[in-house]
Structures are given as structure tokens and as C-alpha cells.
Nanobody, 124 residues
Framework: VQLQASGGGLVQTGDSLRLSCTASGRTLRTYAMGWFRQAPGKEREFVAATRWSPSIYYAESADSVKGRFTISRDKANTVSLQTNRLSPEDTAVYYC?????????????????WGQGTLVTVSS
């Protein structure tokens, strides 16, 4: 399985970006797919993820992005992250991930596959 993330860039405070991630290699219909980020000198942290429950996807988001970021599972192998009202504290490399799990989706170790990351830089 390969994950390809895109959509990062350099923006100003208050701007928006839409990050997208597409998986190839197998269908990930029942997999959790989500986003993590890692700022310079910091550990990788959970941003948002979707998990499969029969017939629908549930979404979870970190408290730090609730109300500003929205995750959507557009297709079985595609997940997007709409980021609004960005601030310099959101500056990080954003990683897309997929895992064969329906629990603890905030935990990086639950994910089997990772994308290469897309850089988001927010200037003040």
C-alpha cells in the first residue's frame, strides 16, 4: 500500500488549505485513515482520523483543531483534511496514515502505512 499526500504549502495566518491523501495497492474500506503532524523538534501528534463502523465512517479530531479542521473520507481510499483559520502553531509536516484498526485511532502505532508527508507553513 502506498499513500500519496498533497495540498501543503505556505500560507498566512487565517488562511485555509485542503490536504488530500490517496491510497493505492489495495482497498482500505474498513481501515482507519487519518492525519498526524510533526512540528520541528516535537513528537508526531494526532490531528484527525476516520474509523470504519459497519456502513459508515466515524471521525475524531484533536481538541487543538476542533472547529477549524474537518476530516472527510470521500472514498474508501481517499481522505481529506480541510484546514481553516490556520495559525503559526499549525506549522508542521502533515502525514497521512492508514491502519487496519477500529480503535485507538489517535495512536500512531495503530497505523500500518504512512505517506511521505506534506509541509504546511503558516506565517504570522
Amino acid at each position: 500500500v502506498q499513500l500519496q499526500a498533497s495540498g501543503g504549502g505556505l500560507v498566512q495566518t487565517g488562511d485555509s488549505l485542503r490536504l488530500s491523501c490517496t491510497a493505492s495497492g489495495r482497498t482500505l474500506r474498513t481501515y482507519a485513515m487519518g492525519w498526524f503532524r510533526q512540528a520541528p523538534g516535537k513528537e508526531r501528534e494526532f490531528v484527525a482520523a476516520t474509523r470504519w463502523s459497519p456502513s459508515i465512517y466515524y471521525a475524531e479530531s484533536a481538541d487543538s483543531v476542533k472547529g477549524r479542521f474537518t476530516i472527510s473520507r470521500d472514498k474508501a481510499n481517499t481522505v481529506s483534511l480541510q484546514t481553516n483559520r490556520l495559525s503559526p502553531e499549525d506549522t508542521a509536516v502533515y502525514y497521512c496514515a492508514a491502519g487496519d484498526t477500529a480503535s485507538q485511532i489517535r495512536t500512531p502505532s495503530r497505523y500500518d502505512y504512512w505517506g511521505q508527508g506534506t509541509l504546511v507553513t503558516v506565517s504570522s
